[in-house]
């Protein structure tokens, strides 16, 4: 999407969401922003800014969404007799590429 005619602040707003998502999930300072521009509480919001930024919320959520499915299977199916418990920093690594996980490889546990 061409976001060259967009107010310069949606712009910095798209770019931030991009480089450091995690601020969007889980930092407070972003949301009263987020939610004025997908409202289109500023009168100089267009529709494309506003659908914008809610289209990349909503692809955050849906990534924190899946990591957090990925999370809890990877805590049920791992057992800690044969391979040991992933620890957080382990399965807060994980990242999705082209629909699946990189950096994993296939376990094969024999009795």
Avoid: C
Wanted: hydrophobic fraction near 40%.
């Amino acid at each position: 999407m061409d976001t060259s005619t967009f107010n310069k602040g949606v712009q910095i707003l798209l770019k931030r969401m991009e480089s450091n998502p995690e601020e969007f999930m889980s930092d407070v300072k972003w949301n009263a922003i987020v939610e004025h521009v997908r409202k289109k509480a500023y009168r100089f919001i267009t529709e494309e800014e506003a659908t914008a930024v809610d289209n990349k919320l909503m692809e955050l959520e849906a990534q924190r969404f899946t990591n957090t499915v990925m999370s809890t299977l990877l805590k049920q199916e791992v057992s800690p007799v044969h391979v040991g418990i992933p620890t957080e920093d382990f399965l807060s690594e994980l990242q999705l590429s082209n629909g699946g996980f990189s950096g994993l490889t296939p376990l094969s546990i024999t009795k």
